[in-house]
């Protein structure tokens, strides 16, 4: 039998399934090429075997590890763009919501955690594949991370035109919610949030996912880079009373446009290796 070897990088957890298998573990020094997409498998894996992530959410992240590969793994300065405009909804909302699902927790909880420091938006853990256990998994994982505001989900309502356990939002949170930030979101819950009237924001490395195309903002870009470039954003503006040159950021913003320009982005980029 094929077994393959363990790869490791600093930090991570993941050697329990390895272990299981007898698998030799070989750790990957931060100069190899692909160190950092490794480190964010390994959370991934180490998300799955503490019950945050589930089986599916691994194949997503394949999903959106082809459309990075595009992009030429970093950020473009429309996915920069988008960024800074997703963070002028959040800092201007009345009610904003970070909507946290088990990739997003296994791939970015220090992140979140140093952007709600930053802005007190508070958490809530939604997932497609719903389990008290398993929010509850996710929500501890988080506060460990330190967030300090998580909602679980203890006020439940449950919201229309939404078939999956993704309908059910807090009350206090997501259903009150005027802006909602949903990194890695899925197609129906972004529409049904729209409907509903609901200013949406992702994260999606897939430009032409249906999450992509009914958000009001898609930043086109990796969860932890979007993350960190958000932290960055709300540091810059932090402390100003410039509302009007938020309101101004965000009126300036069209998702079809910065679609387009991601479309553009790896076009060219496919374009320039093809020569
Ligand atoms: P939709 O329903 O919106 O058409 P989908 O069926 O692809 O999209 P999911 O299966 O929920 O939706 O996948 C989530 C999306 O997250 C994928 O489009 C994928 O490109 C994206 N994605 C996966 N990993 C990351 C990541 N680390 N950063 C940003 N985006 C990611």
Redesign the pocket.
């Given at each position: 039998m094929f077994v393959p070897e363990g790869l490791y990088t600093k930090g991570c957890e993941a050697r329990y399934q390895t272990k299981r298998l007898g698998v030799k573990h070989i750790m990957v020094s931060e100069g190899h090429p692909r160190y950092k997409s490794l480190t964010?498998r390994n959370k991934l894996v180490d998300g799955y075997e503490k019950g945050i992530t589930s089986a599916?959410g691994l194949?997503?992240?394949g999903?959106?590890?082809a459309?990075?590969y595009l992009l030429g793994e970093q950020t473009s300065e429309n996915a920069l763009g988008a960024t800074n405009v997703a963070c002028a909804y959040l800092l201007t909302a009345h009610h904003p919501i970070l909507s946290v699902n088990g990739?997003t927790a296994a791939?970015a909880s220090e992140e979140i955690a140093e952007f709600c420091a930053i802005t007190d938006i508070p958490v809530e853990v939604n997932l497609?594949h719903r389990s008290a256990e398993r929010v509850k998994r996710i929500a501890d994982h988080l506060r460990s991370y330190g967030v300090a505001n998580v909602l679980t989900g203890f006020d439940i309502i449950k919201l229309d035109h939404i078939a999956s356990d993704r309908a059910k939002v807090d009350k206090q949170g997501i259903f009150k919610a005027d802006v909602v930030f949903a990194?890695?979101?899925?197609?129906?819950r972004?529409q049904a949030l729209t409907q509903l009237g609901k200013v949406v924001l992702t994260?999606?490395?897939?430009p032409l996912?249906?999450?992509?195309v009914t958000s009001t903002v898609t930043i086109v870009?990796?969860?932890?880079r979007?993350m960190k470039n958000l932290s960055g954003f709300a540091k810059h503006v932090e402390g100003q009373s410039d509302q009007d040159g938020l309101d101004t950021l965000k009126a300036s913003f069209n998702n079809v446009q910065n679609l387009k320009a991601s479309y553009v982005v790896m076009q060219e980029r496919l374009r320039s290796l093809a020569l």
């Open positions: 964010l599916h194949i997503a992240h999903r959106g590890e459309f990075d990739n791939l497609f990194p890695l979101e899925d197609g129906d972004a994260v999606d490395l897939n996912s249906r999450t992509a870009d990796e969860v932890t979007a």
